[in-house]
């Protein structure tokens, strides 16, 4: 599944307006949390057509970059809300946090603005046809 994260596209818009993912200044720069040793790349948490920077400290996300292309926009039904493996449950507010409480999981990126394109449908296809086989 993960070949289907491509993450942000910094020239999604074209290669005359590259709109790179914010860098971090020295202020917070511990509070980043890396997911490999790749010292440029190895904070960026690629998805589908968006990409997400954690905070170590509060187990959020810093910045979410996104691609949206309504025009070709892909209606989808709920899917469970799960714990990233790649991030691992001790870096991200698990489910517990949102239970008996009025609190929204909140979204810094709507699953609906990024279900768009062939990449997302072959994707759901795939997260279905695993869940069926469950």
Known sequence: MTDLRTGYDPNFLGEDIAIAIPKAS???EDD??????NKDTGHIIDYIHFSVIMSKFN?????SAANLDQKDYQQVSGRNWFVDPRIGL???VGPAAYKHNPWDRGHLTRRSAVTWGSTYTRYHSRCRNQQDER
């Open 26 to 28: 020295l202020e917070i």
């Open 32 to 37: 980043i949390l890396y997911v490999s040793d």
């Open 59 to 63: 187990n959020q996300a810093l910045v």
């Open 90 to 92: 001790e870096n991200q």
